[in-house]
C-alpha cells in the first residue's frame, strides 16, 4: 500500500527526517487559518506520478490565491483520482538535489540503498547517476557511508547524508516497506538537508501486523477483497471469472489470441497474496462476482473457470446452481421480465438489477452465453439443477475457450 | 533432498494442515508429529502433537522435514524453531509471509545450510510415491515429466493435460508465489536433471514474478533434457515484472520510461538457452512428444 506524502512526510517526521513546515488541508477554506507562512506551495495529494505537470503543484503567495489555487486542485483528477488532502508547504531554496531510497530487491532477495545525486525530475539523469549498496548482512551505518562515498560526497555530507539513509532504513526494516524514497532531497547553502517530497509503500502482506498505517488505509482496505485484474476493455463481449490469478492470466490470454475482448476478469476466493480462501468465503465473492458481470450490457459470453479439489467444486457446483436456477414464483416485475425468462438464458439477479435501472428498463436485453468449466469432482448433480437454463458445460479448457469465442460472434 | 525421513507438521491445528495431513496419510507419508503450542499431548488424525518441535525431536528422534502451516506471521518464528531443531528441510505452505521476515529467514537457513521452499509452495509430489505438503494428489498420474512450477493451480492444468497424453508426471515441486521466494528454478533443476524417470521438465513461470539468473546458466550448459517453459498471460497489459531494484525504481518515478527488462526479453532469455517457450498450456504434451522421441 502506498502512502500519500503527508502520511509518509508524517513518518519522516517520527523518525527525525527533517521537512519543512506544512499542513494537510481538507477544505480550502481551511486555508483562511494557515499556519505557514506565505509564499507556500500546494500540492495535490494522489498516488499517481507527474502530478506537476498535471497542474496538481501550485505556487501561491496570499490566501486569495491559496483559496483559487486549492479549489482548482481539489477539481483536477490525475490518472482518474480526486485528491481528498491537499498538502500547503512552505518553499525552500536548495542548492543542490539528492534522490535517496531503500528497496527490497526480489532478485537479490535482499534491501538495497539507492542514492543518485542528480535528485528531482530530470529522471534520466538521476538513474544515471543511481548508486547502490547491497544490505547482504545485519545492517550498520557504515552501509550508509558506502553509498553516501559512492554517491561522491566528502566533507560533511557524507555524514549528514548517510544519517538520513540510517534513518530511512529503520523505518524500512520497522514497517516492513517496500520502497522508502526521498526524492528530492534538499541540500540547502548552509548544507542543512530537508525531506522535500517522499514516496512510502509498505509490502500488503505485513500491512495487519501495523495498525498505525492501518489505519491511514482506506476502511475497505482488505486482502480478501474481491480481485478484478485491470485493464479490461470496456466495451469488452468477454466476461470472465475464475479462482486464481494465474488462471484468469491464462484464460484471458487465450481469448486474446482469439481476438476478443474482455470486459471483466475476476478472481474469486483467493487473497491479493495467492492465498486460498476457505469455500464459503468463496461463493461468497462468486455470488459478487455473478452479480457484477451479469449486469454488463455488452457482455455477450460470460466463463467461468474454476479448478479446485473437490469438496471446494461442489459447493462451488451447488452455489452456481442455486444463483442460476430460474425462480419458482415470478417476482412481480412486469410481463417484460416473464418474457424474458423464457427465452431461459439470464438470471433473476440479472432482471432484477436491469429493471431497476430506469436506462436499461427498454435497452433489448441480449442473452448472456454460459459457459461453466468446473474441474475437480463430479458436479452432474448440480447440473440437473440448471437442465433448463443453457449453459456449455465442459471440463476442457480449449473447449471451453472455443465456446467463449464463437459464443461471442454477433 | 531426502523424500523418506521423519516428518513433522507445524500448525497441525490449522484447517489446510488437517485437510493435508489426510491426504498424506493416505499416501504412506512419515508424519511422525504435529507441534501446536497449548495442543501438546492431544492427537490429531493418530499424530501425536507436540508443544515444542524440540520436543517431538527428543522423543522421536531426527526428523527430516517440517511443513510449515501457521499463520503467516508466525512463518519466521515457526521455521527459526525448525533449524534450531536441526530439521535440514522446511516446506512454507502458507503464503503471505512479510518478505523482511524471508529476508531474515534465508539469511539464518543459508549459514546453516537449511533447504527451504516456499512460502505459499504446495510442496512435492511424485505420483504414487512421495507427497509432502498440500498437493491434491487427485490430479496427477506417475509418468515421465518433470515441473516446478510457482503456480499450483496451472501445475494441475499442465498435469491435466499430461495425463491425457499419457505422459504423466515424475516428480511435481511447487516453489511458492508471491514476495520472496526461497528457492527457485535454480535450485531444483539439478534434482529434475539428475532424475531417471525425468525426461522432460516443464519450468512454470509468474508474471510479475523473479527469475533467477542462475537457472538460464545451468539449463545452457548442464540440462541436456528437454525443458519447456510456460509463463501465464504474456500478452497481457498486466504482466510486469518487479525484478530489481533498478527497474523497481525506474518503474516508480515514470510511467512513461521503459522498462529495464520486460517479460519479452525473458523469454528472448529462455529461448537463447535452448528452452522452448510455450505460450499455450495444452499444446505443451505434443511439444514434448516430438522433444523426447529425437
Known amino acids: 500500500m502506498e502512502l500519500l506524502e503527508y502520511q509518509a512526510k508524517s513518518l519522516f517526521t517520527q523518525i527525525g527526517i527533517p521537512i519543512l513546515p506544512s499542513e494537510s488541508i481538507k477544505n480550502s477554506r481551511e486555508l483562511k487559518q494557515l499556519q505557514i507562512p506565505y509564499p507556500v506551495v500546494l500540492k495535490s495529494q494522489v498516488r499517481a506520478g507527474g502530478r506537476g505537470r498535471a497542474g496538481g503543484v501550485r505556487f501561491v503567495d496570499n490566501t486569495i490565491d491559496a483559496i483559487a489555487a486549492a479549489q482548482a486542485i481539489f477539481n483536477l483528477p490525475i490518472m482518474g483520482e480526486y485528491p481528498q ?87 524500512f526494516r520497522e514497517k516492513d516497506l517496500d520502497i522508502i524514497e526521498i526524492n528530492p532531497l534538499g541540500v540547502g547553502a548552509d548544507g542543512k538537508l530537508m525531506a522535500l517530497d517522499g514516496k512510502i509503500s509498505v509490502n500488503d502482506s505485513a500491512l495487519f501486523r501495523h495498525e498505525d498505517i492501518l489505519k491511514l488505509a482506506s476502511p475497505f482496505f482488505s486482502d480478501t477483497n474481491l480481485l ?147 474441474v475437480g469432482a463430479d458436479i452432474e448433480e448440480f447440473k440437473q439443477l440448471l437442465v433448463t437454463t443453457p449453459v456449455y458445460w465442459t471440463e476442457n479448457l480449449e473447449k471451453a475457450i472455443d465456446k467463449v469465442l464463437s459464443g461471442s460472434k454477433k | 533432498m531426502n523424500w523418506t525421513g521423519q516428518v513433522v507438521i507445524q500448525g497441525i491445528t490449522e484447517a489446510i494442515a488437517e485437510h493435508a495431513a489426510a491426504l498424506m496419510g493416505v499416501y504412506g507419508t512419515n508424519i511422525v508429529a504435529g507441534i501446536s503450542p497449548g495442543c501438546g499431548g492431544q492427537k490429531i488424525q493418530d499424530i501425536p502433537v507436540f508443544d515444542l518441535v524440540e520436543e517431538a525431536v527428543s ?29 535440514p528441510q522446511i516446506i512454507i505452505t502458507v503464503g503471505g509471509v512479510p518478505p523482511l521476515d524471508m529476508v531474515k529467514l534465508l539469511r539464518k537457513a543459508q549459514a546453516t545450510n537449511t533447504l527451504i521452499l516456499g512460502p505459499g509452495s504446495a510442496g512435492i509430489i511424485i505420483p504414487e510415491k512421495v507427497l509432502l505438503g498440500k498437493f491434491e ?94 509463463i501465464p498471460g504474456l500478452d497481457l497489459p498486466e504482466a510486469r515484472i518487479k525484478g530489481d531494484a533498478a527497474t523497481i525504481i525506474a518503474n516508480q518515478l515514470s510511467y512513461s520510461l521503459p522498462t529495464n527488462k520486460t517479460v519479452k526479453d525473458l523469454l528472448i532469455a529462455f529461448e537463447k538457452v535452448n528452452v522452448l517457450v510455450s505460450d499455450r498450456l495444452s499444446s505443451i504434451p505434443n511439444l514434448i512428444k516430438k522433444l523426447v522421441k529425437n
Open chain 1, 85 to 171: 488532502v491537499i498538502l500547503a508547504e512552505a518553499r525552500y531554496n536548495t542548492e543542490r538535489e539528492f534522490f535517496l531510497a531503500v528497496v527490497l530487491d526480489y532478485e537479490l532477495k535482499q534491501p538495497v540503498l539507492l542514492g543518485s545525486v542528480r535528485g528531482g525530475i530530470d529522471v534520466e539523469a538521476l538513474l544515471e547517476n543511481m548508486k547502490m549498496v547491497v544490505v547482504d548482512t545485519e545492517f550498520s551505518p557504515f552501509y550508509a557511508r558506502h553509498l553516501a562515498v559512492k554517491m561522491g560526497l566528502s566533507g560533511q555530507l557524507i555524514h549528514s547524508v548517510s544519517t538520513i539513509i540510517e534513518k530511512m532504513y529503520h523505518l
Open chain 2, 137 to 230: 494428489p487427485q490430479f496427477f498420474t506417475p509418468g515421465k515429466v518433470g515441473i516446478i512450477s510457482y503456480s499450483d493451480i496451472l501445475t494441475y492444468e499442465i498435469a491435466l493435460e499430461l495425463n491425457q497424453a499419457g505422459l504423466g508426471e515424475s516428480i511435481v515441486i511447487s516453489l511458492g508465489n508471491n514476495g520472496i521466494i526461497a528457492s527457485n528454478f535454480g535450485e531444483w533443476l539439478p534434482i529434475l536433471t539428475a532424475d531417471e524417470s525425468t525426461q522432460a521438465i516443464i519450468l512454470i513461470g509468474q508474471t510479475n514474478g523473479n527469475y533467477d539468473e542462475s537457472a538460464r546458466e545451468y539449463l545452457a550448459t548442464e540440462v541436456k533434457k528437454p525443458v519447456i517453459v510456460f
Open chain 1, 228 to 374: 478484478s485484474l485491470e485493464n479490461v476493455a470496456k466495451d469488452g463481449e468477454v466476461g470472465i471469472i475464475t479462482n486464481s490469478k494465474d488462471l484468469a492470466l491464462t484464460t484471458w490470454d487465450l481469448i486474446a489470441k482469439g481476438k476478443k475482448k474482455v470486459s471483466l476478469c475476476l478472481v474469486v476466493g483467493e487473497t491479493s497474496s495467492g492465498e486460498m480462501l476457505p469455500p464459503s468465503k468463496l461463493n461468497q465473492q462468486l455470488q459478487m462476482a455473478l452479480e457484477q458481470a451479469l449486469t454488463l450490457p455488452e457482455l455477450k459470453v460470460l466463463l467461468i473457470n474454476i479448478l479446485a479439489n473437490a469438496e471446494t467444486i461442489k459447493t462451488v457446483a451447488e452455489a452456481i446452481a442455486n444463483y442460476l436456477q430460474p425462480p419458482i414464483k415470478p417476482t412481480a416485475q412486469g410481463g417484460e421480465d416473464r418474457m424474458e425468462r423464457l427465452t431461459g438464458t439470464l438470471s433473476r439477479k440479472e432482471r432484477k438489477s436491469l429493471s431497476s435501472s430506469k436506462k436499461s428498463e427498454k435497452k433489448q436485453v441480449k442473452p448472456i452465453q454460459l459457459v461453466i468449466r468446473l
Open chain 2, 59 to 87: 522423543q522421536l528422534g531426527k526428523i527430516q522435514t517440517s511443513l510449515i502451516f501457521v499463520k503467516p506471521y508466525q512463518v519466521l518464528d515457526a521455521a527459526l524453531e525448525a533449524i534450531a531443531a536441526d530439521i
